[in-house]
């Protein structure tokens, strides 16, 4: 009678290293599922942010490119509330009523907004065109390469 109660408890101890190892698996897998979603999440909001930076310097360029275009200096715009036509802040924007006081000046994914403006062609003049970038100060990585991810 001895045998069969020792060879019972073999199989209940294999049983429960099967369903441990079943359980950490899952446990892993889950724990992945939603560090993936979070960085998903992030990427979303940071897709969000600069779409709403982005419309902001291209009102910017749309309602001070004639004055952007004719200027002599970098400080021509201080009277509309801009230190330097070549890189308006978010708060300067945020003033200026063209962006909505309530954004947040970075996300944890890029960092805060750097803006350049510049100007292309014969300027000062009317031939001259104003261009803008838009970018976060820290650059998104690939998490599997550790490079900058181009996309």
């Given at each position: 009678?001895?045998?069969?109660?020792r060879r019972q408890q073999g199989y209940a101890l294999i049983e429960l290293a099967v369903a441990l190892l079943i359980g950490i698996l899952l446990a892993v897998w889950g724990a992945q599922a939603l560090v993936n979603r979070y960085r998903d999440a992030q990427a979303q909001a940071a897709a969000v942010w600069m779409a709403a930076v982005h419309k902001a310097v291209g009102a910017y360029v749309r309602r001070h490119g004639p004055d952007i275009q004719s200027a002599e200096s970098a400080d021509t715009l201080v009277i509309d509330g801009f230190a330097d036509w070549r890189s308006p802040t978010l708060a300067?924007?945020?003033?200026?009523g063209l962006l909505s006081p309530g954004v947040a000046h970075g996300t944890a994914l890029t960092g805060a907004a750097r803006i350049t403006v510049w100007r292309d062609g014969s300027c000062p003049g009317a031939v001259c065109a104003v261009e803008a970038l838009i970018h976060g100060e820290r650059p998104l990585i690939d998490p599997v390469h550790r490079d900058p991810d181009q996309a």
């Open positions: 009678m001895g045998g069969p109660l300067e924007l945020v003033e200026a």
